[in-house]
């Protein structure tokens, strides 16, 4: 298959949810179990034979949303609340709810989909001696309930089999993310953005085929010469699309990102152990660099400071989401971080809602200058 039909059936993909997460489920005779972001063990609903679902929210016109949630809730889940209550979820078997942060603490009680709910908690004290324990049983409740609604049985071998695929998976992205850093004029912002963003609505085993396939023909390829400022991009995600097409147009490179919707999601992988939800558990437990996985070390600055080392990278962009507590409590120190290092950055704000981006446009193009200023 040459690349560009690879690329564009990637995105192709990305830009058709419900599409591609019906013809996933026909192809293989599968029901479909969503998540809400940030986590989830995606690999526990792919034992059930189902297509994980990833709900990152998306741009919509907020009719209801604020009658069941406070303005100054996140713009992410003002947003999913929104396809809530319009029904948009109501095809998914059920929807798993990660407790990371406050907001999603409540979010299960809330829910306003016909699709029954699960909410669990990730131990923020991760490193507390029962936080393993505690997760493992969160996930041994969560499965009893997926039997009951799934009327399916769940078997640990067919979770050791999941777990195998997704880590072959993560072990694919990320080769893929440093292969993209090298072929920027052809893996541009967007096409790195959607390509990432398909695998949260594809069959997990039928998109690891095509990113081995993609990699295969980038591998091959002459890297690019004399990419333009070049910039990190961290955060929880860089939404919506047309803000990304607006940093293309203004010339910028990502050559990395640390966002929580992509390299954040296939950065750790399950270790093998010989209690695999013992080892589901301990992945997060060995999930770093994370504002939404407590660390009071706050491994994540230096990490983001790696990242501009390994990439060389000009610059750093910090795609603040609108009212996330998790995030807005790192920013100051990542700040603070990069000025002593004399990083240039940009802080942005994320607002899914956002129809116009005329106030960011201008500071994308002022960072820009600066980043000429600094060679
Ligand atoms: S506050 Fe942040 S972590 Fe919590 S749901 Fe909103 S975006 Fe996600």
Redesign the pocket.
């Known amino acids: 298959m040459e690349l560009n039909i690879i690329i564009n059936q990637l995105v192709d993909k990305a830009k058709k949810p419900k599409k591609t997460i019906l013809e996933s489920c026909k192809s293989k005779n599968k029901k479909a179990v969503g998540w ?3 986590y989830a063990p995606e690999e526990i609903i792919y034992a059930f034979d189902c297509v994980p679902v990833g709900l990152w929210g998306g741009k919509t016109e907020l009719l209801k949303a604020r009658t069941y949630l406070p303005v100054f ?5 003002q947003s999913v609340m929104e396809f809530e209550v319009k029904g948009t979820y109501d095809f998914l078997e059920a929807v798993l709810i990660p407790a ?5 603490k409540c ?1 299960g009680q809330k829910w306003k989909g016909t699709c029954p709910v699960i909410p669990f908690v990730y131990p923020q004290n991760r490193k507390a001696k029962g936080a393993n324990h505690f997760l493992e049983t969160e996930f041994k409740t969560m499965i009893s309930k997926l039997e009951v609604i799934l009327e399916k049985s769940f078997s640990i071998d067919d979770l050791n089999t999941s777990i195998e695929i997704y880590n072959k998976y993560r072990w694919a992205m990320r080769n893929f993310v440093e292969l993209a850093s090298q072929h920027t004029s052809i893996i541009t912002p967007s096409i790195r953005h959607n390509i990432i963003k398909a695998s949260y609505f594809m069959d997990k085993k039928e998109y690891y085929t095509l990113i081995k396939k993609l990699n295969e023909k980038l591998e091959v390829m002459p890297k690019d010469k004399n990419q333009k400022n070049k910039v990190i991009v961290t955060g ?1 995600m860089l939404e919506p699309e047309e803000l990304i097409l607006e940093f293309e147009n203004i010339g910028v490179t990502i050559v990395a990102d640390d966002l ?1 919707q992509e390299s954040r999601q296939f950065r750790t992988d399950v270790p093998f152990m010989a209690n695999p939800l013992s080892a589901l558990a301990q992945q997060w437990i060995n999930h770093t660099a994370c ?2 996985a407590f660390d009071p070390k706050k491994q994540r600055i230096q990490s983001i400071i790696d990242l501009v080392n390994h990439y060389n990278a000009e610059g750093v962009v910090l795609a603040l ?1 609108k ?5 807005e409590y790192d920013v100051p120190l990542i700040i603070e971080a990069l000025r002593e290092k004399k990083i240039p950055f940009l802080v942005i704000e994320i607002d899914q809602q956002a129809t116009s981006f005329g106030q960011v446009i201008t500071k994308v193009e002022s960072f820009v200058d600066m980043l000429y200023t600094y060679k």
């Not at 809730?73 to 889940?77: L, T, V």
């Not at 990371?100 to 999603?104: E, H, I, K, N, P």
């Open positions: 809400v972001a940030p809730a996140c713009s992410i889940m990371v942060c406050d907001t999603l979010f929880l929580a504002s939404l989401m009212f996330c507590d998790p995030e």
